[in-house]
């Protein structure tokens, strides 16, 4: 699976959008995007996963460059219980085995 | 459904001493995972089952042993707890196979155990 870089932590002001940037440069073809989040240290949270086009769901966006080489986070509107570690991993999809969580991001939310 | 729970929450072990951690999840998922998370880092999976009878080795087996009999239960075994197995635990389900929704990989987690061995 391909390595991912984020920062180690970024502050977002409360109602604002919050851009939270991940860097795969070696991502392969079939590898998928996925993002997870971690509050105060209950269990990992599913919030996305694209492959190469933009997705949205309830929760986030995802936007993936078109190279595929990074990707970004957005929450639209970052409420104080969007505090959390974000992870963001590549994997190929549908295999089962483990999710390589590395550090993630440290995003805090500012009232 | 109640997801994915375990027990106990929390637990202080003496070096030596054995314990498992149990996990049970409501989903009929067959994928199941165990995983620590020491202060600070991400999270290390342990052991994997891709179904009832099968088990394989992640990245940190050493120290523990798992079982998986049924579909809904995955049990982690400690034998000989020492401090570096000081960690929080977690325990995860997943659904992969036909039906599996647009190859989401979703990992549903439980609460976790906090384990802590003097």
């Known amino acids: 699976d391909a390595k991912t870089t984020q920062p180690p932590s970024m502050d977002c002001a409360e109602g604002r959008a919050a851009n939270l940037p991940c860097n795969h440069s070696?991502?392969?073809?079939?590898?998928?995007v996925y993002w997870y989040r971690q509050i105060h240290s209950q269990g990992p949270q599913y919030i996305i996963h694209?492959?190469?086009n933009n997705e949205t769901n309830e929760m986030a966006s995802l936007i993936i460059t078109e190279d595929r080489k990074s990707s970004t986070l957005i929450l639209p509107h970052a409420t104080l219980r969007d505090t959390a570690v974000y992870y963001c991993?590549?994997?190929?999809?549908?295999?089962?085995?483990?999710?390589?969580f590395g550090t993630g991001t440290s995003l805090t939310v500012i009232p | 459904n109640a997801g994915v729970t375990q027990t106990p929450k929390f637990r202080i072990l003496k070096i030596g001493q054995s314990m498992t951690l149990q996990c049970t999840q409501d989903m009929n998922h067959n994928y199941m995972y165990w995983y620590r998370q020491d202060p600070g880092m991400g999270l290390k999976l342990i052991y994997y089952s891709v179904g009832a009878g099968i088990t394989d080795k992640g990245e940190v087996p050493n120290g523990y042993n798992v079982s998986r009999s049924t579909t809904e239960d995955f049990p982690l075994r400690l034998e000989l707890a020492a401090p570096s197995q000081t960690s929080v635990y977690f325990c995860a389900s997943s659904y992969l196979g036909q039906g599996a929704l647009r190859y989401s990989n979703e990992q549903f987690f439980g609460p976790g155990t906090r384990l802590t061995v003097l």
């Open positions: 991993i590549v994997r190929v999809a549908n295999t089962g085995n483990q999710f390589y």
């Open positions: 694209g492959l190469k």
């Open positions: 070696t991502i392969s073809g079939n590898e998928y």
